[in-house]
């Protein structure tokens, strides 16, 4: 390589982009879709929390709970978790 090569490479990499990222058209319905199930999946959440904890409560008044009814709840609340943050994530990459 010679010094003139190198020096037009170096003036090509110090060129200065401008990157102005635009949504493409009609990506607010695909958007307006995602955060409905983003609220169904919460929904859905909340209802399973609450049927699972009632579900472990009753079992637990009634003296038959067992490592399953907590099993269902820990693995709803780890639902919920996934779900805030899947939710979080979408919004740090689209917003």
Do not use: Y
Request: hydrophobic share 50%; aromatic share 6%.
């Amino acid at each position: 390589m010679t010094t003139g090569n190198l020096i037009t490479q170096a003036q090509l990499l110090a060129v200065d982009f401008q990157v102005n990222p635009t949504a493409p058209p009609g990506s607010e319905k695909f958007m307006t879709l995602v955060s409905w199930v983003g609220w169904g999946a919460c929904l859905a959440a909340v209802a399973a929390l609450l049927i699972a904890g009632g579900k472990f409560g009753f079992d637990k008044h009634q003296g038959t709970a067992d490592s399953e009814a907590a099993t269902k709840v820990a693995k709803t609340c780890i639902g919920c978790v996934i779900i805030a943050v899947a939710g979080g994530l979408v919004g740090g990459l689209t917003g």
